[in-house]
Every structure is written in structure tokens, then in C-alpha cells.
């Protein structure tokens, strides 16, 4: 469940850059290929228009006093009637050419010899108008290019930016679904080692993360069973201890108090006594305590042997590690 959630989110992820990337390439290009389109065109514009300026001023030089030949004319006329026919065949051209064109055209139309000296001289100012519509069309073409590959760049960078922020928003998402579950396990180990085996786990996430703090809990209630279980088995042996114990320390009372009858008077042998009683009351309280253990704890000696720590046993848990290393006494060493 948690390896598909992050497949999924990753390939969510992958894909959507991949799918930018492709949608910003295919803008591009497409930009590009109009940009390269309206160049070639406004190339050819020119060039016609050119040729008709060229071939306009040819047939207009003989007015001007310029020797020009009868075969020059006619190649001039030529060249002129197909500018104009290519130029009259360009369905593509712009608003304000097409106007320019169609008033070369009205007049041509209303000229009684279209190849007439006046007529071209007519054309000259008309096909000058021609070429300054085409700068400006190239002009507004080059502003159109522009505006167009700016929109074109912020609209990128804006999605970029919002492709990022949803990578971001994912990936937060994610660190999250696997940090919480994460950190809960982990405190709730640190508790753990603190002997605090009545905490359990509460997981909302993946369903891994909910069968391992299924088996945390379960490690947990086990162990406080067998916590439970050994409390009740010292408490058991302590209440056994301390009813036979209790029994001999009675009797040795009642010899040590006909013991004392006897002394009299004797300081020496009443002190001895006095310590006696005093051990036997000690040993008579250490197996008392033993009805009120509340938590296990060991103490480690040199050597590995490990005797269990009562005085500790019989308080409310704290922070100190359980298991003590410590310098055996005397009694032990010998035991």
C-alpha cells in the first residue's frame, strides 16, 4: 500500500514535468514555425514588390530621358505583368498591402495602355506606398512575434512555478504521511525502554505502518503481562517468606527475651542482644517489602550476576535505567 502510494505520487509527478515539458516544446515549435512562416512570406513580398519597383522604373527611364532598347521594354513589361500576377495570386497578404495593391490595380484598370508612360508614372508613388505598408507589416509582424514569445515565456515560467509548488505540496504531503506514523513508533519505543508498557501505539496512515504499531502494541501488552506476572510471583513468594519467616523470627523473639531475663544485669551480652534484634527486624522488613513490589529492577554485579535491587522495586517508576552495574557486596561475592 505505502510502495504504491509513493509510485503514484511520483509518477503523478514525473508525468506532469514530462507533460510540461512536451507542452512547452510543442508551443514553441509551433511559435517558431509561424515566426518562420511570416518571414518567408514577407521575404517574397519584397522580392516581388522589388521586382515590380525595378521593372516599373525601366519602363519609366525612356520618359526620362534614359536610352533604353526596344527588347529592355518589352523584358521590363514581362517582368512586370508577373510581379503583378504573383502579387494579385497571394491570397496571404496582409489588410494593408492588399489595399496598396488594389489601388495599383484600379489603376492599371482605369489606364487606357497599362504599359503607358504615364500609367507607370502614375505606379511609381503607388508601389513606393507598397513598399513602406511592407516594412510596416514586417514591422508589426516582428511586435506580434514578440508579444507573443513573451506571453509565451511568462506562461512557462507560471507553470513551472505552479508545477513546483504542487511537487512541493506532494512531497510535503508525503514526508508527512511517513514521518508522523514514524515518530510515533519512535516515541513510542523510547517509552518502552522506560518500562511505560501501558502506552499504545495509534497509527492512522499506510497499512504497514499499521501492523507494525499492531505488533508494538502487542509487544507491549506482552510485556506488561509478563511484568504483571512477575510482580505476582514476588509477591506471592514474599507473602510465603514473610508468613514462614515470620514464624522463626517469632520464636527467636522469645529466646532472645528469656536470654535477656537471664543476663541480668550483663551490659555486654544485652548489647549483643540489641543487634541481634535489630538484624532480625531488618531481615523482617526486607521480606515484608517484598508484598509491595511495584516494578522489577536488577542490579548488575562484577562477574555477571545480578540480584534484584528491593529498595527499588518497592518505589514508583522513574527514569533510571533498570538494570545497574554495580560493586557486589561482600555477602555476594561469597555467596
Not at 515518530?183 to 499499521?210: I, M, N, T, W, Y
Request: net charge neutral.
Amino acid at each position: 500500500m505505502l510502495r504504491q502510494k509513493l509510485l503514484a505520487r511520483i509518477g503523478f509527478l514525473v508525468l506532469g514535468f514530462v507533460g510540461g515539458a512536451i507542452i512547452s516544446i510543442a508551443l514553441l515549435e509551433m511559435l517558431l514555425r509561424d515566426a518562420e512562416r511570416a518571414s518567408e512570406q514577407t521575404a517574397s513580398l519584397t522580392a516581388l514588390v522589388d521586382t515590380l519597383g525595378e521593372a516599373n522604373a525601366a519602363l519609366v527611364s525612356p520618359g526620362v530621358g534614359a536610352s533604353v532598347g526596344e527588347g529592355d521594354l518589352q523584358s521590363a513589361q514581362a517582368r512586370f505583368d508577373r510581379a503583378w500576377a504573383a502579387l494579385m495570386d497571394a491570397h496571404w497578404l496582409p489588410s494593408d498591402d492588399r489595399s496598396a495593391l488594389d489601388e495599383i490595380g484600379q489603376t492599371l484598370r482605369g489606364a487606357p495602355d497599362r504599359h503607358a508612360l504615364d500609367t507607370h508614372v502614375v505606379l511609381a508613388p503607388m508601389i513606393a506606398g507598397l513598399h513602406q505598408a511592407l516594412r510596416s507589416e514586417a514591422s508589426r509582424a516582428r511586435q506580434v512575434f514578440s508579444k507573443r514569445l513573451r506571453w509565451l515565456i511568462i506562461g512557462l515560467t507560471g507553470g513551472a512555478l505552479l508545477m513546483l509548488n504542487v511537487s512541493v505540496i506532494v512531497l510535503l504531503h508525503t514526508g508527512g504521511m511517513i514521518l508522523r506514523p514514524v515518530s510515533a513508533l519512535v516515541e513510542g519505543s523510547r517509552l518502552l525502554a522506560r518500562e511505560e508498557f501501558d502506552h499504545r501505539v495509534e497509527v492512522k496512515g499506510p497499512q504497514e505502518f499499521g501492523e507494525l504499531a499492531h505488533a508494538y502494541n502487542e509487544l507491549a501488552s506482552r510485556l506488561q503481562m509478563n511484568e504483571q506476572r512477575k510482580k505476582e510471583v514476588l509477591q506471592q513468594l514474599g507473602v510465603s517468606l514473610n508468613h514462614e519467616l515470620n514464624n522463626v523470627l517469632g520464636i527467636i523473639e522469645l529466646q532472645l527475651r528469656l536470654l535477656d531475663r537471664r543476663t541480668g544485669s550483663d551490659h555486654d551480652f544485652a548489647e549483643h542482644l540489641r543487634q541481634i534484634r535489630a538484624n532480625l527486624g531488618r531481615m523482617a522488613d526486607t521480606v515484608a517489602s517484598l508484598k509491595n513490589v511495584r516494578r522489577i529492577v536488577v542490579t548488575e554485579y562484577p562477574g555477571g550476576r545480578k540480584m534484584l535491587d528491593l529498595p527499588r522495586c518497592t518505589t514508583e517508576r522513574d527514569e533510571e535505567v533498570v538494570v545497574v552495574k554495580a560493586t557486589a557486596p561482600k555477602s555476594a561475592e561469597h555467596a
